[in-house]
């Protein structure tokens, strides 16, 4: 019975070792099928980029871009306006915010509209002749 137990365990030992190694070259199998996979996607990703990026320096020398279109001075000025009015909402004491305001609108022939941050400037700065003097200029 011991010769018969020993080839049983040699037996079992040939198949774990079949198993065994059966495993690693499945498991070497995988390893190189993602290698090959990576490889191949690396080389088109890289191919594609060259391709996309020589065609659209071709493609931009036979055409001219489109010119932008002119903006009008009034329409700047009315968002310029308008972003020194937001601001001036947030915190009605900004002085930069009041000069813009001052300055735009005088830009735009908008006296009336410059007086109130003029007047603002002036009670905030009593000191500054140059606010004062623009203030009696506009209100002339």
Do not use: C, W
């Not at 079949?18 to 390893?31: A, F, L, P």
């Not at 489109?66 to 004491?93: D, F, H, K, M, T």
């Amino acid at each position: 019975m011991p010769g018969k137990q020993r080839r049983q365990e040699l037996a079992m030992e040939s198949t774990q070792k079949k198993s065994s190694n059966s495993r690693v070259h499945r498991s070497d199998r995988i390893k190189q099928i993602f290698a090959l996979v990576s490889m191949v996607s690396f080389g088109g990703s890289a191919i594609f980029g060259v391709v996309s990026l020589f065609g659209s320096g071709l493609s931009s020398q036979h055409q001219q871009k489109p010119a932008i279109a002119p903006v009008s001075q009034e329409s700047l000025l009315a968002a310029q306006e308008q972003g020194y009015v937001g601001v001036l909402q947030r915190e009605p004491q900004n002085q930069t915010a009041l000069e813009g305001l001052a300055n735009v609108r005088l830009q735009m022939n908008n006296q009336v509209g410059a007086i109130e941050p003029l007047e603002k400037l002036v009670k905030l700065n009593p000191d500054r002749a140059d606010y004062k003097a623009l203030l009696g200029q506009v209100k002339k």
